[in-house]
């Protein structure tokens, strides 16, 4: 263990932050496209990115190794130079993003769906045009919903470790969360720092819950009869 | 000045059948009249620019606001329209008064102070959403379309059949909209009330097809439209001045005689809606004095119905033949001997005549 407690615990909380932040805003917008739109290959789309929140995450990080490996799609000899992302802290963002992605949107659609599409139809008839009725209507009325959608994402991203870890290993100082942390000391026997890690992670993780809880209960209700 | 026109000609695959019309209106106020599903909230939709399934073409004055046969539409946050739709009329997110002034064109001057006034909104304004009865927030829904400046009003009344007094209280002010604003409006409804005093020309729908285009009359005082009613829900609208207020009782003038129903609100010299249900209706050969009910019309048979179990009589009164209708039992109708062209009195008492606005 060459890491402080704090660092790791500061690099987990900004890599989760940063990740999170990643994966918001498509998010957002596809859940705003599966909450209002109908269009061919609708389930099929919404299948496709619920995918990471039901396979092993070690399968999403295999298949994400695969993708930016040398020889991969997203590799150096398609793309003509090195994204270098493998094995540094931009790989823990991309396979925090990716895991948290699915949850954000489920929870972002529920909170659109929340709100009856007929306000958005007046907002029209008032003389705006569907992104201005989206910004005033739509979004402050699930904005709740939508904090709450990334607070999950975000506790997603703190304790996401089988997809990080086959992308950005466990280096201690570099790429080492919480997580990949805990199981270091446990492998190798420091009970006394493993026992310290659970306890942030159960503090951090019951935070998060409990404000998304919060935030998702709205005071008013996002409809009126 | 003459109200731009309204020109309408579309058709629109509906679950179970096409809503198809052909239309050119220009006045006032034109009433969507119709069965429930028969077609009406789509067609002010498509009016509105909200359904883009619609095929044909909508102008409005000299503007051609869809025109599919040219790819052509304007989408409805440029057709400066006002739409009430039948519920979730607010954003439950603002304050009465964000909610007034949320519009493209809306502004905190003296339209709203006005809107204020003759909608009486001063005490909501402060209120949130959540604080507002039906009725208010349907004024406030209202208030936010007009304040918008619109050039068009769709508004789609409700079917809330099972409160008509309730439903009723709306009526006043569309009649002062209607007076103040010389703005053209669409009105989907269900009430032959708000038909008579507030529409110039009717639109009748039946699963998608204009069934009649007429005058509120033609379609209230056809005798399908009353066979269609259950019994005892028919209702006579009268319009009729207030001449006197006395303790109990208010005098009212109704085409050349006088009529007495109980103490109304009304101003002396204000015309106001009344509803007088047929099965309250007497007829009689003579007219009496040696009877409690204290109206008494002079009228004419024009036609009889009597292939239900109970009769209907159609009367124009002798003074400006305007059509009432009577229910009476078929034995009553033998008795009298009643036949068409025959003279009659209608006698009614007082308290069958209520106010509607």
């Known amino acids: 263990m060459t890491d402080s407690l704090l660092a790791i615990s500061l690099r987990t909380l900004l890599w989760a932050l940063g990740s999170t932040l990643l994966a918001f805003f498509p998010a957002i917008a596809l859940a705003y496209l599966l909450a209002r739109r109908d269009f061919f290959a609708k389930r099929c789309l919404s299948a496709l990115f619920s995918l990471p929140a039901v396979l092993p995450p070690t399968a999403v990080g295999y298949l994400l190794l695969r993708l930016l490996a040398d020889q991969g799609l997203l590799g150096r000899e398609n793309l003509g130079f090195d994204v270098a992302i493998l094995f540094t802290w931009k790989a823990i963002l991309l396979a925090c993003s990716v895991m948290a992605f699915p949850l954000i949107v489920r929870t972002a659609r529920i909170s ?39 607070i999950l994402g975000f506790t997603r991203a703190m304790g996401e470790f089988g997809a990080s870890i086959m992308i950005a290993g466990n280096i201690p100082g570099r790429t080492q969360t919480i997580a990949s942390a805990l199981y270091s000391a446990q492998q190798s026997g420091h009970d006394t720092q493993a026992m310290q890690l659970l306890l942030l992670a159960l503090f951090l993780g019951f935070v998060a819950v409990y404000s998304a809880e919060y935030l998702a209960r709205p005071k008013t209700s996002a409809t009126n009869p | 000045m003459k109200p731009p026109s309204l020109s309408i000609a579309i058709e629109l695959a509906l679950k179970s059948f096409r809503l198809e019309l052909n239309l050119e209106f220009q006045g006032n106020v034109l009433g969507v009249w119709g069965p429930s599903g028969a077609g009406k909230s789509s067609l002010i939709e498509v009016i509105a620019g909200l359904n883009r399934q619609a095929k044909g073409r909508i102008a409005f004055g000299d503007i051609c606001w869809q025109d599919s046969a040219q790819g052509q539409f304007i989408a409805p946050e440029r057709r400066r329209i006002g739409y009430v739709p039948q519920a979730q009329w607010l954003f439950p997110h603002r304050s009465v008064i964000d909610n007034l002034l949320f519009g493209a064109h809306s502004t905190r001057g003296p339209l709203l102070e006005e809107l204020c006034t003759l909608l009486e909104l001063t005490p909501l304004l402060d209120r949130s959403v959540q604080q507002l009865s039906g009725g208010e927030k349907q004024r406030v829904a209202l208030g ?74 033609d379609i209230l005082n056809a005798p399908e439209y009353y066979l269609s009613k259950q019994r005892s829900d ?54 009496s ?54 003279p009659v009195w209608i006698i009614f008492k007082s308290s069958s005549l209520t106010a509607c606005s």
């Not at chain 1, 659109?112 to 599409?117: I, Q, R």
């Not at chain 2, 068009?152 to 002062?176: G, Q, V």
């Not at chain 2, 005098?251 to 009304?266: N, V």
């Open chain 1, 112 to 150: 659109f769906e929340a709100v009856d599409p007929q306000l958005e139809r007046i907002g029209r008839s008032l003389g705006y045009p569907p992104w201005q009725c989206f910004y005033k209507i739509t979004l402050p009325l699930a904005a709740r919903g939508l904090f709450a959608a990334a």
């Open chain 2, 289 to 342: 004095d040696q009877l409690s009910a204290r109206n008494q019309i002079p009228a004419r048979i024009v036609q009889q119905h009597l292939d239900r179990p109970v009769a209907l009589l159609e009367l124009a009164t002798e003074c400006q033949h305007s059509t009432l209708f009577a229910e009476i039992t078929l034995d009553a109708s033998q008795q009298l001997k009643l036949k068409i062209d025959d």
């Open chain 2, 234 to 287: 028919f209702e006579n609208i009268l319009h009729a001045e207030v001449i006197e207020h006395s303790a109990h009782n208010t005098r009212l003038h109704y085409q050349g005689t006088t009529l007495l129903m109980p103490k109304a609100s009304a101003a002396l010299g204000e015309r106001i809606y009344l509803s007088l249900p047929a099965r309250e209706l007497i007829i009689a050969r003579q007219p």
């Open chain 2, 144 to 217: 936010r379309a007009l304040n918008n400046q619109p050039r068009l009003l769709l508004l789609d009344e409700p079917i809330t059949a099972l409160d008509i007094s309730l439903r009723r209280k709306i009526l006043p002010y569309l009649l002062a909209i209607k007076a103040r604003f010389q703005l053209p409006i669409i009105l989907i409804t269900h009430d032959p009330v708000e038909l008579v005093a507030l529409c110039d020309r009717v639109v009748q729908l039946e699963q998608g097809s204009l069934r009649h285009y007429g005058s509120p009359a």
